[in-house]
């Protein structure tokens, strides 16, 4: 009898632990990936870069809207504020990058149709810019400058250095129809002096950086 009941335990303790095994068990808990995925839903976006200059110079960050290959609005955020920044507060309000490592930091959040806002970590300073778009007619796309994987151009004093861009797709003509690509965008800005024709962008905005010795 004890040999019998003994063995229906063990049955049943099988049985149990199988049944367990074979079901689906909720994990509430959120990793990168969830993460990451919820943030592209909602439409916002971060990029890092990683940066140093041999000479100390103040960073200044510039916005630059094309419309048909044409400069039709110029926004750097040290002309925007500096005359209303008393000079003895410029090293407080103006960050400049030195031979240490610094972080700039560029956050995108898609907010609607018609604007995708961003914001740009500069130390402690946050600067605020809204980029005016037309969703509802074109597809638009972030995309990273001239970086070879995740290394850059060298950082010159005085030279414009593109990190972003924010494209409109380029149209191309594929065994008889017209789709959208974005896939060359960065090295045809780069080089839209040089190319003829080929994937015409019609909007964007160029978003970078640059190194000021001295604020006149």
């Not at 980029?131 to 597809?139: E, Y």
Request: with cysteine; aromatic share 12%.
């Amino acid at each position: 009898m004890k040999r019998q009941t003994l063995l229906l335990i063990c049955l049943m303790i099988s049985f149990i632990s199988f049944s367990q095994e074979n079901r689906i068990e909720y994990n509430g808990e959120k990793d990168d990936t969830d993460i990451g995925v919820f943030m592209a839903m909602v439409g916002f976006d971060y990029h890092k870069f990683e940066m140093k200059s041999e000479k100390p110079a103040y960073i200044n960050v510039y916005v630059d809207e094309y419309l048909n290959d044409k400069l039709i609005k110029h926004f750097d955020h040290i002309s925007a504020n500096k005359d209303e920044t008393p000079k003895a507060y410029f090293d407080l309000v103006f960050t400049k990058l030195g031979s240490a490592k610094f972080t700039m930091k560029i956050y995108t959040l898609s907010k609607n149709d018609s604007i995708e806002k961003i914001q740009f970590r500069i130390g402690e300073l946050g600067l605020f810019k809204n980029l005016q778009v037309n969703k509802s007619k074109f597809d638009y796309s972030w995309k990273r400058g001239d970086f070879n994987g995740n290394i850059g151009p060298k950082i010159e004093i005085g030279k414009k250095i593109p990190l972003l861009f924010y494209a409109t797709a380029v149209s191309e003509n594929v065994d008889g129809q017209t789709v959208n690509a974005f896939c060359n965008v960065p090295n045809i800005l780069l080089n839209r002096d040089e190319i003829e024709n080929q994937g015409k962008i019609e909007h964007f905005f160029e978003i970078g950086i640059v190194l000021v010795e001295k604020i006149e």
